[in-house]
C-alpha cells in the first residue's frame, strides 16, 4: 500500500504523508493497535460485570427478623408482629417493652450460635424445641412450632446493640431475660429457671 492511501494524521497528530516515514507509520500502527486491546478489554470487563455483580450478590447478609419484644409481665421473649400479643403466663397478653430484638434464622449453627429456637403460634414466645417435649405453653399442653428456626448467639460479650441475660428455662423452655432480682413468671408455676447458655440478643439502639 502506498503512503498516500492512508488518511491524514494516521501517524502523529498533523503528520505530513508527504514527508512521513517508515517510523511514523509504524507508530501509528502501534498507537492503532494499542487502542484495538484498550477496547478490546474494556468490552471483556464489561462483559464480566454480571458475573462479578452476581458474586456479590451471594454473599448476602444473614436472614433476620426483628419485632422479638421483652414482656415486663412475665419476663420472657415474644413475637410483635401480629394485631394480638399472644398468650402471658402472667395473665392477659403479652405487654412490649424496652428494645426491639432482631434475630438470625435458618443459618448454621456454631460454638456461639444454638439452633432449635422457634416461634410458638399458641403463646407467640420463643421456645427450644431441642427436647422430646416441647416445654409448658401458658395457652396449655405444651408449645407448638411455626415458622423459623431461629439461631441464638450465646456466651459473647454484649455491646450496645446486643443484650446479654437472656436464658433458657428449664421449666416451660422459653427464653427469658434474667436481668432482674426475680425472674419473671413461668407457664409450669412460680418464676422461670436459668439453665445453660447466657445468651446475646442483637437489637436496635
Known amino acids: 500500500m502506498s503512503m498516500n492511501a492512508f488518511p491524514a494524521g494516521w501517524g502523529r497528530p498533523g503528520a ?3 514527508t512521513m516515514t517508515d517510523t511514523h507509520d509504524v507508530t501509528g500502527r502501534r498507537a492503532f493497535l ?7 478489554t474494556g468490552v471483556a470487563a464489561a462483559a464480566a460485570l454480571p458475573t462479578l455483580l452476581s458474586g456479590a450478590a451471594s454473599a448476602a447478609p444473614l436472614s433476620t427478623q426483628n419485632q422479638w419484644r421483652f414482656c415486663q409481665k412475665c419476663y420472657g421473649l415474644f413475637f410483635w408482629g401480629y394485631p394480638t400479643n399472644g398468650v402471658c403466663p402472667a395473665g392477659a397478653d403479652h405487654s412490649a417493652q424496652g428494645f426491639n ?6 443459618v448454621a449453627p456454631n460454638a456461639n450460635a444454638q439452633d432449635n429456637w422457634h ?7 420463643m421456645f427450644f ?9 401458658p395457652a396449655g399442653g405444651g408449645h407448638d412450632a411455626q415458622g423459623f428456626n ?15 441475660q437472656w436464658r433458657f428455662c428449664q421449666k416451660c423452655f422459653g427464653q427469658f431475660y434474667w436481668g432482674y432480682p426475680g425472674n419473671g413468671v413461668c407457664p409450669a408455676g412460680a418464676d422461670h429457671s436459668a439453665q445453660g447458655y447466657n445468651f446475646v440478643l442483637s437489637h436496635f439502639s
Open 34 to 40: 494499542s487502542t484495538a486491546v484498550k477496547i478490546a
Open 16 to 18: 505530513n504523508l508527504t
Open 129 to 137: 424445641r431441642g427436647y422430646p417435649t416441647d416445654g409448658v405453653c
Open 101 to 106: 430484638f432482631t434475630l438470625s434464622y435458618d
Open 119 to 125: 416461634f410458638c403460634q399458641k403463646c407467640f414466645g
Open 150 to 164: 431461629f439461631v441464638l448467639t450465646h456466651d459473647v460479650a454484649p455491646t450496645g446493640t446486643a443484650q446479654n
